[in-house]
């Protein structure tokens, strides 16, 4: 069973960066997409990056020239940074994986993040 856990919320400054980290437990190779989706207080859940199956990154429109993600297979984790985060950027950011083969979607269970000064 694969589980995601994600750590390193916490209050952000407007303008200041967030870096978020993915743990996966269980096998990570099984995982052929992953991504990074937040949602804001009374909104629907939105993408802020994930891979597709081409290999590719695609971006979500409010967070497009401000987001890094990557994967460490080696030590199961999926990664994100966020910079230059604005006040709409409060709200649960979730990981999300993606099982090559059975196409199987595992959520975390979120991380709060609240951009304020």
């Known amino acids: 069973q694969v589980q995601l856990v994600e750590s390193g919320g916490g209050l952000v400054q407007p303008g200041g960066s967030l870096n978020l980290s993915c743990v996966v437990s269980?096998?990570?190779?099984?995982?052929?997409?992953m991504g990074w989706y937040r949602q804001a207080p009374g909104k629907q859940r939105e993408l802020v990056a994930a891979?597709?199956?081409?290999?590719?990154?695609v971006y979500g429109d409010s967070t497009k020239g401000r987001v890094t993600i990557a994967r460490e297979n080696g030590k199961n984790t999926f990664y994100l940074r966020l910079n230059n985060l604005k006040p709409g950027g409060t709200g649960v950011y979730y990981c999300?994986?993606?099982?090559?083969?059975?196409?199987?979607?595992?959520w975390g269970q979120g991380a709060q993040v609240t951009v304020s000064t």
């Open positions: 999300r994986g993606v099982a090559g083969c059975t196409g199987g979607e595992y």
């Open positions: 269980g096998s990570m190779f099984d995982l052929g997409r």
């Open positions: 891979t597709t199956n081409l290999g590719r990154t």
